[in-house]
Nanobody, 120 residues
């Protein structure tokens, strides 16, 4: 059974950075589509960034140029580097491992989430 564990969240001030990690057991990130999602209070969960098996990345417009998704195949870990954070980035961030190569499905595996809070 696949299990994902996120870490790296915390409380930071606007303009600061964080690096989120998502470690997988029982599954391999390099074999499937992987993504980072976030959910702010009172809002729907949204895709922040995704990385394909081939390493192609995609970002939601609001984080382009500030966030970077990457993958370390040797450690079976996916990262999300968050730079120049703003209060609008405050949310619980979730890692998601698809059961497919090209798209997300209802059978995907989610991590438990890690809280990111950006405040002065």
């Amino acid at each position: 059974q696949v299990h994902l564990v996120e870490s790296g969240g915390g409380l930071v001030q606007p303009g600061e950075s964080l690096r989120l990690s998502c470690a997988a057991s029982g599954g391999i990130f390099s074999d499937k589509l992987t993504g980072w999602f976030r959910q702010a209070p009172g809002k729907q969960r949204e895709l922040v960034a995704r990385i394909t098996v081939g390493g192609t990345t995609h970002y939601v417009d609001s984080v382009k140029g500030r966030f970077t998704i990457s993958r370390d195949n040797t450690k079976n870990t996916v990262f999300l580097q968050l730079n120049n954070l703003s209060p609008e980035d405050t949310a619980v961030y979730y890692c998601r491992l698809s059961t497919e190569i090209w798209y997300f499905t209802n059978d995907d595996v989610w991590g438990q989430g890690t809280q990111v809070t950006v405040a002065s």
